[in-house]
C-alpha cells in the first residue's frame, strides 16, 4: 500500500503527463498567445481544477523538470495571479525530474 506522501507524488506525475499530451496536440493548431485550459498539478487528488496558460508560459514553466503548475491559492507560494509555480527540491525534486515525460 502506497503512503501518502507518495500517492500525492503520484498525483502531481499523472497532471504533469497529461498537460504534457495535452499541450503536444494543441501546439500545432493554437497562437502561442492565446490561453489553453491546463489541469492544476496539485497534490490534491480530488482536484480538477483549471490553469489557463500561453503555450509559452507554458514552455517557460515546463523548462525546469521539477516545476509543477498549479491554480493561484492552492499551494503556500507566491506567484502570479492566474497561477502559482511550485519547484520541487532535494529527494522530491529528484523524483520529479526522473519522472519528466520529457527526459
Do not use: W
Not at 32 to 59: H, I, K, N
Amino acid at each position: 500500500m502506497m503512503n501518502r506522501d507518495a500517492r500525492l507524488e503520484e498525483n502531481q506525475q499523472v497532471f504533469r503527463s497529461a498537460n504534457e499530451r495535452l499541450s503536444g496536440v494543441i501546439e500545432a493548431g493554437v497562437v502561442s498567445a492565446d490561453p489553453v485550459p491546463f489541469l492544476c498539478e496539485c497534490a490534491d487528488e480530488e482536484c480538477m481544477g483549471r490553469v489557463d496558460l500561453t503555450l509559452d508560459e507554458y514552455r517557460e514553466l515546463r523548462s525546469h523538470e521539477r516545476q509543477f503548475v498549479m491554480l493561484h491559492g492552492h499551494a503556500r507560494t507566491e506567484g502570479a495571479q492566474r497561477f502559482d509555480v511550485v519547484r520541487k527540491l532535494a529527494e522530491e525534486g529528484e523524483l520529479a525530474r526522473k519522472a519528466d515525460p520529457r527526459s
